[in-house]
């Protein structure tokens, strides 16, 4: 049975938790394997981290999320900050440079260390991230996000998750009008319409408009000397965060990977969903094996 190691370290306005599972530095000749998400947090990489017995595997929470806790009160989190704690992570494993599988808001993240900190990663798989300034329709799209992020505020997470949900129900390019549309019931998605008055919620709060607002800095990504595979879900074709990650393989001159499932392909029953993890974590070692 792998042993997990928990750790916890201070970054900047928050104190940041990770786990290390597998062999000890030195003994391996892969480079450690981080699996990385943001708003969600390492519990999500239960199964597809058990895929992977034979390397060093390290999960963690981003700040505001799970066990990571932020101090300075801040109410929205931005990728720099984010990539400031990946590489606090990093260096404190002490087993770099490393290879990334970096998912959802977690690939944002990790776009912005490969593009301060590149000598810290040799490989990273960037699937789905879901930054709309590259999209053809980022001025509607930008638009959405901010409505969500206003939504929660104003009338609570029923509401504003109804919005997102309808939003990734889409296949292509937004409507110039989409705003305008009335907005949809929260019971169509089986959600409450009442509001519960909290307003931490790591999506829809803290990361929603700092994610999706990010522009990946494509010429420092182009210089770097890691090896930058921006990946897709097959059965998330023409969404939002599909649709960024071919459109910013275009910017860097690369063809995306295709990978099993959808947004959540590696899930194997966290948080209620059940992706292909086996077939997923089998895309993932081929395409690491290609470095």
Known sequence: MTETVTRTLAS???????????????????????????????????????????RTVVTYDPRGAGRSVRTDGVAEHLPVEHAEDLRRVIEAVGLGPVEIFASSGGAVNALALVAAHPELVSTLVAHEPPVV??????????????????????????????????????????????????????????????????RGDPLLGQNMRGCTGYRPDAEALRAAGTRIVPAVGKESEGQFPARAA?????????????????????????????????????????VLDQA
């Open 133 to 198: 300034p590259v999209l053809p329709d980022a001025e509607v799209v930008g638009a959405l996000c901010t409505d969500i992020h206003a939504t929660y505020l104003r009338a609570g997470s029923g509401r504003a998750m109804a919005k997102f949900f309808e939003a990734l129900g889409v296949r292509g390019e937004f409507p110039a009008d989409w705003l305008s549309r009335p907005a949809p019931d929260p019971a169509a998605f089986g959600l409450p319409a009442e509001d519960d008055g909290t």
């Open 246 to 286: 071919v459109a910013l393989a275009g910017e860097l001159g690369r063809e995306p990977a295709v990978f099993p499932g959808d947004h959540g392909g590696f899930l194997g029953g966290e948080y209620g969903q059940h992706g292909e993890p086996e077939a997923f974590a089998q895309t993932l070692r081929a």
């Open 12 to 54: 900047t306005g928050a104190t940041i938790t990770y786990d290390v599972r597998g062999a000890a530095a030195g003994s391996e000749a892969r480079p450690a394997l981080l699996l990385i998400g943001s708003p969600m947090d390492a519990t999500g990489f239960t199964t597809l981290a058990s895929h992977f017995p034979d």
